[in-house]
């Protein structure tokens, strides 16, 4: 295994696709729920569950590759660090994009007493009080893909800034040998 000179670098990609991984199930799993149920609190809401599920599979597909790439030290156009730059890029704008309209779209932050006009509770539903359980787990389930698209955001925040910092700090030359020669 060749020697890795950014030693946090696999560890940044590894949490990046294990938290993709544990959104994907999450959001995969309202998702279905809401599906079955059919009791969407809005037609946002089951959109930006979408939006998540994309960007976990992403994240996951692509995290992945990356840290494969960098335990391998693969030399090739995808596993370069401009490429990985970019998907950093993307990835974060497409997690920071999901939490914030994750934010506005669910029905609050309160999942302790769960109303009629929360969208989680039936409107002829007798039980409003915190033993309904179900509705009350899935507000806090909500708020669990919403609090895992943040720490994604911030994870990905945070690799892109050590990335560039790495390379500005880094006395490696980015030219090509090949190009040197011509």
């Known amino acids: 295994m060749p020697y890795i000179k950014a030693h946090y670098h696999p560890i940044l990609?590894?949490?990046?696709?294990?938290?993709?991984?544990?959104?994907?199930?999450?959001?995969?799993?309202?998702?279905?729920?809401?599906?079955?149920?059919?009791?969407?609190?809005?037609?946002?809401?089951?959109?930006?569950l979408i939006l998540f599920e994309f960007n976990a599979v992403w994240t996951t597909l692509f995290g992945t590759a990356y840290l494969l790439w960098i335990v391998d030290g693969a030399i090739?156009?995808?596993?370069?660090?401009?490429?990985?730059?970019?998907?950093?890029?993307?990835?974060?704008?497409?997690?920071?994009?999901?939490?914030?309209?994750?934010?506005?779209?669910?029905?609050?932050?309160?999942?302790?007493?769960?109303?009629?006009?929360?969208?989680?509770?039936?409107?002829?539903?007798?039980?409003?009080?915190?033993?309904?359980?179900?509705?009350?787990?899935?507000?806090?389930?909500?708020?669990?893909?919403e609090a895992i698209g943040w720490i994604e955001f911030a994870l990905c925040v945070l690799t892109l800034l050590a990335t560039c910092m790495w390379v500005r700090t880094s006395k490696r030359s980015y030219v090509s040998e090949y190009s040197k020669l011509a």
């Open 76 to 145: 090739h156009f995808l596993a370069s660090i401009a490429s990985s730059i970019i998907w950093l890029l993307v990835t974060t704008i497409l997690w920071g994009a999901a939490a914030g309209v994750m934010y506005g779209a669910r029905a609050g932050g309160n999942c302790n007493w769960i109303s009629a006009t929360s969208g989680f509770v039936e409107g002829n539903s007798l039980c409003y009080l915190p033993q309904d359980l179900s509705s009350a787990s899935r507000c806090k389930e909500a708020l669990s893909v």
């Open 13 to 48: 990609f590894a949490l990046i696709t294990l938290c993709a991984m544990a959104e994907l199930g999450l959001a995969a799993f309202l998702i279905s729920a809401g599906n079955e149920n059919n009791d969407w609190p809005s037609g946002r809401y089951h959109s930006v």
